[in-house]
């Protein structure tokens, strides 16, 4: 399954209602309501049928008030920065134009584009991206079709300039950005098959990394990159004491795993903790609060990884005064390398922890 709305802790009243939706995967099931019927009824007649929070995205109206978007762009919160103009990419996956990650996809071209940044968004389900990593990625023969390494065989392919038309429209959409947002709805807690098969394919060995190029000293460490997505589970079940365990941990594969070990400076992600099973007022909050984000994006810190001369260039292991160094340290270093210790709280979520 995927992460869906899951009932937990902090649900108002017995559940009395059920009503289908479209949630966050973009599936429409029958689903228990998070809400009382009577509190459901009364927002619904007075809201008709489209919920507050797509009404006010769609009109440009802010959730919390009857500011246009004029408005609030020329507000003083919303007046441009004097920064030096940036290109981001990003890269998002979800079929619904009418949901929480569309809005939240909007809001950041919206207000980055006001800050005189140029925006492109490769949008995967709209482009019908293919998912699978297979030697049709490769134009031509491959070297050895017999014992096929989609590794090698795409390194190689890159090299000679052999790649697919749709890897290297993105290859050149990725060299060109200064900042990559991936927005996604979280499933099975990682990313959709989609924006995986976008990872798999477009960062390719040669072009992302090499066994020279990663980690700290990666290709892409001037660049900027971060996580932005919906969960189904609240907050809470996403901590140290939660069903779902500790969010620093389910990050740590994407967020080092991938975005660090093609160099990228990992900026905190954004999380939009289960929208699907919020009020309509609290999901415009939670985009109001990314709006304000977006604000000063491009100036944040990024999160805090081991710099790879750390380690030894023969198994890769920590250095011997590395580790003496925090011996006596109460945290590990990170949530991968901690040195048996417990882990550095909110290290995958706050940058300077």
Known sequence: MWDGCTRGPGFPGPVVW?????????SVLDMVSCFSFAGFLTRRLAAAVTPSWQRHHRSGTAATGSQTNLDILSSKSFQRRPTTAKKVLIVYAHQSSASFSAAAKDAAVEVLTAQGCTVEVSDLYAMNFKATATAEDIKGDVK???????????RLACEEGKLSDDITKEQSKLTEADLVIFQFP???FSVPAIMKGWIDRVLTSGFAFSKEKRYSQGVF?????MLSFTTGSLESMFSSTGINGDMNVTLWPLQNGILHYCGFQVVAPQVFWAPSCATPEACGCMLEGWRTRLQGLLEEKPLSFIPLDCFDDKAFQLKPEVHKEHDSKEFGLTVGIHLGKPLPPHSQMKAGC
């Open 18 to 26: 059920t009503w289908r939706c479209q949630i966050e995967t973009g």
């Open 144 to 154: 050895n079709a017999e014992n096929f390494s989609y590794l090698e065989e795409t």
């Open 186 to 188: 979280m499933y099975w």
């Open 221 to 225: 460490k001037d660049k900027k990159a």
